[in-house]
């Protein structure tokens, strides 16, 4: 079983930065696609952002392209999601996930990812 563990959500004000970490409790981390997901109040969960197993490709909503970075350290078992020029639209749960099947590319479909952490609130005031 593998847990995933979020933090650094926090409230800012717009046009602020934060960063979230995700730390993987589990020595395989690196064989595995990671995401981002966020969830506002009465919305579906959307995809933000995913890195490949390896580190070398990323993908991202379009909404945060140019707005978020998402990378990992992969001795550290942690996935990172950078965001800067937050406004309040970014308001949202951000969970963590990682896809299923070790070795399988990152996609931006949340029904190929099977282990979620608990998820990080973010609120960015105007």
């Known amino acids: 079983q593998v847990q995933l563990v979020e933090s650094g959500g926090a409230l800012v004000q717009a046009g602020g930065s934060l960063t979230l970490s995700c730390t993987a409790s589990?020595?395989?981390?690196?064989?595995?696609?990671m995401g981002w997901f966020r969830q506002a109040p009465g919305k579906e969960r959307e995809f933000v952002a995913a890195?490949?197993?390896?580190?070398?490709?990323?993908y991202y909503a379009g909404n945060v392209r140019g707005r978020f970075t998402i990378s990992r350290d992969n001795a550290k078992n942690t996935v990172y999601l950078q965001m800067n020029s937050l406004t309040p639209e970014d308001t949202a749960v951000y969970y963590c996930?990682?896809?299923?099947?070790?070795?399988?590319?990152?996609?931006?479909?949340?029904?190929?990812?099977?282990?979620w952490g608990q998820g990080t609130q973010v609120t960015v005031s105007s």
């Open positions: 890195i490949n197993w390896s580190g070398g490709n990323t």
């Open positions: 589990e020595h395989t981390f690196s064989s595995y696609a």
């Open positions: 996930a990682r896809k299923q099947g070790a070795l399988a590319i990152a996609t931006t479909v949340r029904q190929t990812y099977n282990s």
